[in-house]
């Protein structure tokens, strides 16, 4: 969620396909690759431009990173997992679970913003808890509530509770933990991110109650979210799965936009699309490719950036 952003960074991928080191807990991930990685990039980078272009149509600045094929980094297009930005000029980096995602962090993505006005003055790196398989994929695995400090985050391979802990003595958060599970082959599986199960705006949060199996955790983010007086819309964990949990509010000029993909927005219901509309200009855009072969959507794309 957010205050106004000044800006976004974005990664155009170079090698853009199925991840197999991260598909063994990123249930979202297809694994039919009927599809040969060229065409795949070339779809992949289509549904990103297309993206871009819609944000930019809000009002909204895109910083684009153009990757290189220097380093395989299939997952470069979801920056927000190794680095978050804050109000006072700090960043954080962040260890990945993924060995073939750490070359992902890349000091070429801070001259690139220098470059573009945007100035970092501190930088806390966590990634060397990497040595101690301990792992936090920012804001894959805390979505943040800027406003009254709070970090929800859901335990999993990705999300070590240690760090949550740390970061949020680090930046001055609340963190609210708890545990999300979705059924994979008849099995109740760890939600790999956060981000994917729940979405939080300045005045409502998107949601899948029904991926917290623990009632007492369940009515623990339900009584905070109603604490900081947000809407409550929920989604059934079919609509997790099609990625509606996977969005992002950005607000420019003190207008708020959600931005998902089509597949998200096309397994809304008349109720949750009126309701979501009562706050938000709702924009969406096809990503089916970098939903089907990276296991993340619209907000995994996204870094906002406060400065």
Excluded at 42 to 64: Q, Y
């Amino acid at each position: 969620m957010n205050h106004n952003v000044q800006s976004v960074l974005m990664i155009r991928p170079a090698a853009f396909r199925s991840n197999d080191e991260t598909a063994k807990n990123n249930y979202f991930q297809n694994k039919n690759f009927s599809l040969n990685n060229n065409i795949i990039l070339k779809n992949a980078l289509l549904e990103f431009d297309n993206l871009v272009s819609k944000i930019k149509d809000c009002g909204i600045t895109v910083n684009v990173f153009n990757d290189n094929k220097k380093k395989d980094t299939p997952d470069a297009i979801f920056p927000n997992n190794w680095i978050t930005f804050h109000r006072d000029k700090r960043i954080a980096i962040y260890p990945m679970y993924a060995k073939n995602r750490r070359s992902e962090r890349n000091e070429d993505v801070f001259s690139f913003l220098e470059k573009n006005k945007i100035f970092i003055n501190e930088i806390i790196d966590y990634s060397s808890a990497e040595n101690n398989d301990l792992f936090l994929e920012g804001t894959g695995s805390m979505v943040f509530d800027r406003i009254n400090k709070k970090a929800y985050c859901s335990i999993s391979e990705r999300t070590s509770e240690h760090l949550i802990y740390e970061f949020c003595n680090d930046f001055e958060y609340m963190p609210i933990v708890f545990n999300s599970f979705q059924t994979y082959q008849n099995k109740r599986k760890p939600i790999y991110h956060t981000n994917v199960m729940m979405c939080l705006a300045n005045n409502y949060c998107v949601i899948c109650l029904d991926a917290i199996d623990d009632k007492d955790e369940m009515k623990k983010v339900i009584e905070s979210l109603k604490d900081d007086n947000k809407e409550i819309i929920t989604i059934s964990e079919t609509q997790l799965k099609l990625f509606a949990g996977n969005m992002i509010e950005l607000r420019q000029n003190k207008i708020s936009f959600l931005f998902m993909s089509e597949t998200a927005y096309l397994s809304l219901d008349k109720d949750q699309l009126e309701r979501l509309s009562t706050h938000s200009n709702l924009v969406y855009s096809s990503v089916k490719t970098i939903e089907k072969y990276g296991g993340g959507s619209v907000r995994c794309m996204i870094a906002e950036i406060f400065n």
